[in-house]
């Protein structure tokens, strides 16, 4: 099977891939207790791929393993570190055929609650269909396994222990270990991954007064205010508006310009990743890309769609000047940016605060927990 990474074609002929051969979702299995931190709802679960103990055991074991690359030099981990909230450290990320790619990793923490699952993409909703581009993908080569799905089937069939956990976890399938199978593994794991225990949480929802320092909560009440307007990309229990949950009544895909980019005066991105007018071709779309969640943001660098912003404060700094194009040329914003992208000042001290909150919201019991390591390392 080829399909361009990408594509609405590619993805639709992935889809129906997704949904041949599977023949049983493991809805008779054990299910699935979230364990869900105060204040956070239950995600929204495709009712093909029900969540189960077994299921995520499976994905988490599979998530960790490198015969999931062609040449078995990388697994899913490599792109996606627990330490780092499951992105990678680098400005962009190398497959494992050492193919360099255009886009920074995102993270994975509470990626069951997002609506759209790359930087700018709205056709892949599911991450049942996007675990399909890293493993078969080739625009970029991510795992390696482009047109050779057999391939990775038989050296999955071949281990017996893994053969029989896919059929614990998928007991009504026709064929356990199969395409179908692999990716509701993975994404059920990946749905897992639950991040909810910050000293922000523990402040907010928890009722501990002195969880958050007073520096943290002036930064907070800046977040939060007019004059920043971080809350409106970076909004709700994920600090994400690209976010949908069980009760979510229409799931919304917004994408925006952050003026990081204005090479003509008209705000043109650099043609390597105009962002979203790939897929759609409407002009308004130059630029756009999905706001990313800022939970354990201060372990995720570095930032921006392609790793081109190296700390928080270099961040804060590109909010403050209103984009890019005023902060290095000291020309005009760009016409297709966000009216929310508009510059603010803040003092030295202001700017510390905000970049303390940003630290509030680490957890670090998320990016240490035993139940979303790696298996051969520990239970």
Same mark, same amino acid.
């Given at each position: 099977?080829?399909?361009?990474?990408?594509? #609405?074609?590619?993805?639709?002929?992935?889809l129906a891939?997704?949904?041949?051969?599977?023949?049983?979702?493991?809805?008779?299995?054990?299910?699935?207790?979230?364990?869900?931190?105060?204040?956070?709802?239950?995600?929204?679960?495709?009712?093909?791929?029900?969540?189960?103990?077994?299921?995520?055991?499976?994905?988490?074991?599979?998530?960790?393993?490198?015969?999931l690359?062609?040449?078995?030099?990388?697994?899913?981990?490599?792109?996606?570190e627990?330490?780092?909230?499951?992105?990678d450290?680098?400005?962009?990320?190398?497959g494992?055929?050492?193919h360099?790619? $255009? #886009?920074?990793?995102q993270?994975?923490a509470?990626?069951?609650?997002?609506?759209?699952l790359?930087w700018a993409n709205?056709?892949?909703?599911s991450?049942?269909?996007?675990?399909?581009?890293?493993l078969?993908?080739?625009e970029p080569?991510?795992?390696?396994f482009?047109?050779?799905?057999?391939?990775?089937?038989? $050296?999955?069939?071949?281990?017996?222990?893994?053969?029989?956990?896919?059929?614990?976890?998928?007991?009504d399938?026709?064929?356990?270990?199969s395409?179908?199978?692999?990716?509701?593994?993975?994404?059920?794991?990946q749905?897992?991954?639950?991040?909810?225990?910050?000293?922000?949480? #523990?402040?907010?929802?928890?009722n501990?007064?002195?969880?958050?320092?007073?520096?943290q909560?002036r930064?907070?009440e800046?977040?939060?205010?007019?004059?920043?307007?971080?809350?409106?990309?970076?909004?709700?229990?994920?600090?994400?508006?690209?976010?949908?949950?069980e009760?979510?009544?229409?799931?919304?895909?917004?994408f925006?310009n952050?003026g990081?980019?204005?090479?003509?005066?008209?705000?043109?991105?650099?043609?390597?990743?105009?962002?979203?007018?790939?897929l759609?071709?409407?002009?308004?779309?130059?630029?756009?890309?999905?706001?990313?969640?800022?939970?354990?943001?201060a372990?995720?660098?570095?930032?921006m769609?392609?790793?081109?912003?190296?700390?928080?404060s270099?961040?804060?700094?590109?909010?403050?000047?209103?984009?890019?194009?005023? #902060?290095?040329?000291g020309?005009?914003?760009?016409?297709?940016?966000?009216?929310f992208?508009r510059?603010?000042t803040?003092t030295a001290?202001?700017?510390?605060?905000?970049?303390?909150?940003?630290?509030?919201?680490?957890d670090?019991?998320?990016?240490?927990?035993?139940?979303f390591s790696?298996?051969?390392?520990?239970?």
């Amino acid at each position: 099977m080829t399909w361009r990474v990408g594509t #609405r074609v590619g993805l639709l002929t992935a889809l129906a891939w997704l949904g041949a051969g599977c023949g049983g979702d493991g809805s008779g299995a054990e299910t699935y207790d979230w364990k869900l931190p105060a204040g956070f709802p239950t995600p929204r679960v495709p009712a093909d791929n029900p969540m189960t103990e077994a299921k995520v055991r499976l994905g988490r074991r599979l998530f960790y393993d490198v015969r999931l690359s062609q040449n078995g030099t990388q697994s899913c981990a490599s792109c996606h570190e627990q330490a780092r909230a499951f992105t990678d450290g680098r400005v962009t990320s190398v497959g494992s055929t050492g193919h360099v790619h $255009r #886009r920074n990793a995102q993270g994975l923490a509470n990626v069951a609650y997002v609506t759209s699952l790359t930087w700018a993409n709205p056709a892949l909703t599911s991450l049942e269909a996007q675990a399909l581009v890293p493993l078969f993908g080739k625009e970029p080569v991510e795992l390696g396994f482009g047109d050779r799905e057999p391939e990775l089937l038989e $050296r999955l069939r071949s281990d017996a222990a893994l053969a029989a956990e896919f059929q614990g976890a998928f007991p009504d399938a026709a064929e356990p270990v199969s395409v179908a199978t692999l990716t509701r593994a993975l994404a059920s794991f990946q749905r897992s991954l639950i991040s909810g225990n910050s000293a922000y949480d #523990r402040y907010i929802y928890g009722n501990e007064v002195d969880a958050m320092t007073r520096q943290q909560k002036r930064g907070m009440e800046l977040f939060f205010s007019e004059r920043l307007e971080c809350d409106h990309c970076h909004s709700g229990f994920n600090f994400q508006d690209a976010t949908v949950h069980e009760t979510t009544s229409e799931p919304i895909l917004p994408f925006h310009n952050t003026g990081l980019y204005n090479e003509d005066g008209q705000g043109t991105y650099p043609a390597t990743d105009p962002g979203l007018i790939e897929l759609t071709g409407r002009a308004e779309d130059m630029g756009r890309f999905r706001a990313q969640s800022l939970r354990n943001v201060a372990v995720t660098g570095p930032y921006m769609h392609d790793g081109s912003l190296e700390t928080l404060s270099d961040v804060l700094d590109h909010y403050a000047a209103g984009g890019h194009a005023r #902060r290095v040329s000291g020309g005009e914003a760009s016409p297709l940016q966000s009216g929310f992208v508009r510059g603010f000042t803040l003092t030295a001290q202001e700017k510390e605060d905000v970049l303390a909150f940003l630290e509030s919201l680490t957890d670090p019991v998320f990016l240490t927990d035993p139940r979303f390591s790696d298996p051969a390392n520990s239970p």
